[in-house]
């Protein structure tokens, strides 16, 4: 299984963190348009992706909701019909929510910088430090991601601990009718 070390922000000024991030980056890869589907699950998160840079992908993934540095374990499974792949997955399990956004990528070596813009929620920053989930090397990509954040600017009280569907759940009941 694959995993990463990430954080979530909140981010005020998308702009002065698009600068940061490409003086820094080793490559930018471009704009990202993404909706999520997150399927009603027991345990975990299951996502499927429809993006605009790669397709479909089914992603289901465990991480725990914390606002430090954390760990996620998922796979990303390519879909070559992601409309039948949808409607399939909605009858067998339900849809939880939908997530849309509009995402930046930059690479810093193996480290994903995410400038996200998400429908009904806002401005994000995202740190995803990808490996092969080999225990051994998850000191080293804490301290990637902590170096990343001090460069960056990243404060800790704009840290989140959950996902973007969980921030959407939040929402008072009234904002939610539209997901």
Do not use: W
């Not at 990343?148 to 009234?174: F, I």
């Amino acid at each position: 299984m694959s995993a990463n070390v990430e954080i979530k922000a909140r981010c005020a000024d998308l702009e002065a963190l698009r600068a940061k991030a490409a003086a820094i980056a080793t490559q930018r890869v471009g704009l990202d348009r993404q909706v999520d589907t997150y399927f009603v699950t027991r345990t975990g998160r299951l996502k499927l992706r429809e993006s605009s840079l790669s397709g479909g992908q089914l992603v289901p993934y465990l991480r725990p909701d914390t606002e430090a540095p954390r760990v996620s374990d998922y796979q990303v499974i390519p879909v070559a019909d992601p409309d039948a792949t949808r409607r399939l997955l909605s009858e067998l399990l339900g849809v939880h929510r939908v997530v849309r956004k509009e995402r930046e990528i930059f690479l810093y070596q193996n480290v994903r910088i995410h400038l996200d813009r998400v429908e009904d929620l806002g401005t994000f920053m995202e740190l995803e430090a990808v490996y092969d989930g080999d225990p051994a090397k998850e000191p080293g990509e804490r301290r990637k991601v902590d170096v990343l954040m001090k460069e960056l600017g990243v404060r800790e009280q704009d840290l989140v601990s959950g996902s973007y569907e969980g921030l959407l759940d939040e929402r008072p009941a009234h904002a939610r009718s539209r997901t």
